[in-house]
């Protein structure tokens, strides 16, 4: 004999004795059946969890492999856009062959090079003492005195990172190769080194007042690593400035120049 069960009815537990609407002990709610009336299970694992055991191996190996790639372009890229150093003159011929043709860059990583050379900036003055006399002083290398007091510093100031290192870089490049200002711009950047100059002298005991100041720069190129074949020329470079007469313009406030309140 076919049952029927109630319109609006929804099968939850079928027994022999017919088509029950509520629900059957402890089983709340509906539970889902495929087409064929079966119970359906949970749905599978997504993505690479929802493979089997071989074929995770084959996608973590696939993807293993994808990964390497993706990094030696990268870092055959980077050697190709970066400035000329060792490693790119031992292994140039492999990065070209890897670049051309399809992978060609025409723009560079830095511009200009990274500098490879240390400059200091020395000056030495012309003191004139309470007797009268006059005598030049050694070279004081005010660059070492800005990387000691650096070195070593959690919070070094930006007086000390910057200020010389910056004045003279605007100095230098607005002068031409036989040191002559290049307008207003290089007497406006000789005024400025002057001041930063004295006011660092102010700290040095140079037994009387400053009349005449010199300056001049050593460059000396990075020596090359221990594993390195490359011959750099180490010999330091000297540009040499002529003396300045100094007046009351060179002086920054504070700056007593040697002198006493007697002196005054």
């Known amino acids: ?5 109630p319109v609006g009815c929804q099968p939850l ?3 022999d004795s017919g088509t029950d609407c509520g629900t059957n002990g402890d089983r709340g709610g509906m539970d889902s059946y495929d087409d064929e009336g079966v119970p359906a299970g949970p749905p599978p694992g997504a993505g690479i969890a929802g493979l089997s055991l071989r074929y995770q ?7 293993a492999v994808i990964g390497v790639l993706a990094c030696g372009h990268v870092a055959l890229v980077f050697l190709h856009v970066a400035p000329s150093n060792t490693l790119t003159k031992q292994h140039g011929e492999t990065v070209d062959g890897w670049i051309y043709p399809e992978f060609e860059q025409n723009w560079k990583l830095f511009a200009p090079n990274p500098l ?4 200091s900036v020395e000056a030495r003055a012309e003191v004139e003492t309470l007797d009268g006399a006059r005598r030049t002083t050694d070279w004081i290398d005010l660059s070492a005195e800005d990387g000691e007091a650096i070195r070593g510093n ?3 100031s930006h007086v000390d990172q910057n200020e010389l290192r910056r004045g003279w870089d605007f100095f230098t490049g607005s002068h031409d190769d036989k040191n002559r200002p290049n307008g207003l ?3 406006l950047s000789e005024s400025y080194v002057r001041r930063i100059v004295m006011l660092r002298l102010e700290d040095h005991d140079l037994g009387g007042s400053v009349e005449r100041l010199q300056l001049r720069s050593v460059t000396t190129a990075i020596e090359a690593p221990s594993w390195s074949t490359e011959k750099v020329n180490t010999r330091p470079f000297y540009r040499v400035f002529p003396w300045w007469t100094v007046n009351a313009s060179d002086l920054p406030g504070g700056v007593r120049n040697g ?6």
Request: glycine share 6%; no cysteine; proline share 3%.
């Open 1 to 5: 004999m076919v049952s029927r069960r």
């Open 13 to 15: 537990w079928i027994t």
């Open 57 to 63: 191996v084959v996608a973590a190996v696939a993807l």
């Open 116 to 119: 490879q050379q240390n400059v």
């Open 154 to 156: 959690l919070l070094p």
């Open 185 to 187: 711009r290089g007497q």
């Open 259 to 264: 002198r006493t309140e007697a002196g005054e």
